[in-house]
C-alpha cells in the first residue's frame, strides 16, 4: 500500500491549491479516502471524505463552499480543490483511506493508511 500526496505550496490568502493524492498497490475504488491537516501545535483534523461505492462526501463546516474533494478510480486518485484559501488552513494535508464511511468522516483512527503528508502554507 502506498499514497502519495502532492501539490502543497505556499499561496497568498484567497489563492487556491489543488492537492492530489495518488494510490499504489491496491485498488483505491473499495476504499473511503479522508483528507485531513495538522496544523503547528494543533491536533490533527478531518477536512473532506468521500466514500468509496456511492460518492457521498462530508465537508468540515471550516472549509464548507471552499474546498471540493474528489476521486478518480481508473487513476487510482483523489483530489482535494482547495479555494479561498486562509491563513488558519495552513498545515500538513494528509490523504488516508478506511472502509466504507458511516454518516460521516469519522475519526483519524477509523483510516488505517495513510501518506506522507504535504504541506501547504497560506501566507502574505
Known amino acids: 500500500f502506498q499514497l502519495v500526496e502532492s501539490g502543497g505550496g505556499l499561496v497568498q490568502p484567497g489563492g487556491s491549491l489543488r492537492l492530489s493524492c495518488a494510490a499504489s498497490g491496491f485498488t483505491l475504488e473499495y476504499y473511503a479516502i479522508g483528507w485531513f491537516r495538522q496544523a503547528p501545535g494543533k491536533e490533527r483534523e478531518g477536512v473532506s471524505c468521500?466514500?468509496?461505492?456511492?460518492?457521498?462526501?462530508y465537508y468540515a463546516d471550516s472549509v464548507k463552499g471552499r474546498f471540493t474533494v474528489s476521486r478518480d478510480n481508473a487513476k487510482s486518485a483523489s483530489y482535494l480543490q482547495m479555494n479561498s484559501l486562509k491563513p488558519e488552513d495552513t498545515g500538513v494535508y494528509y490523504c488516508a483511506i478506511r472502509n466504507a464511511l458511516g454518516s460521516s468522516c469519522g475519526p483519524a483512527a477509523a483510516y488505517f493508511y495513510w501518506g506522507q503528508g504535504t504541506q501547504v502554507t497560506v501566507s502574505s
Open positions: 468521500i466514500n468509496s461505492s456511492d460518492g457521498r462526501l
